[in-house]
Nanobody, 122 residues
Framework: QVQLVESGGGLVQAGGSLRLSCAASGRYAMGWFRQAPGKEREFVAAISWLGGTSYYADSVKGRFTISRDNAKNTAYLQMNSLKPEDTAVYYC???????????????????WGQGTQVAVSS
């Protein structure tokens, strides 16, 4: 059983930055999703196992950066220029064997973290 442990959420003013971390052992592609109250879970970003390919939702392109350090078994989501609409619970997810066109879909991920709250005030 793979355990994903997220950290780094919090409260920040609009325009500020946060970095989320997700610790997970194993050779997995990693993704970040978020869910705001009353809304469905949505894709944010994903990165391949070797880190050579990354994917972003249009709403975060140019503001968020996903990365990973496999020596530390950790993936990161650097979030800059945060907006109130970024407020949500952020989840990291992992799986192996995800096709390049499928990183965007939560059903492609087998393992999930417990979520970390990000709140952006205006």
């Amino acid at each position: 059983q793979v355990q994903l442990v997220e950290s780094g959420g919090g409260l920040v003013q609009a325009g500020g930055s946060l970095r989320l971390s997700c610790a997970a052992s194993g050779r997995y592609a990693m993704g970040w999703f978020r869910q705001a109250p009353g809304k469905e879970r949505e894709f944010v970003a994903a990165i391949s196992w070797l880190g050579g390919t990354s994917y972003y939702a249009d709403s975060v392109k140019g503001r968020f950066t996903i990365s990973r350090d496999n020596a530390k078994n950790t993936a990161y989501l650097q979030m800059n220029s945060l907006k109130p609409e970024d407020t949500a619970v952020y989840y990291c997810a992992a799986n192996s064997g995800i096709g390049s066109s499928n990183y965007y879909y939560p059903n492609e991920y087998k393992y999930w973290g417990q979520g970390t709250q990000v709140a952006v005030s205006s």
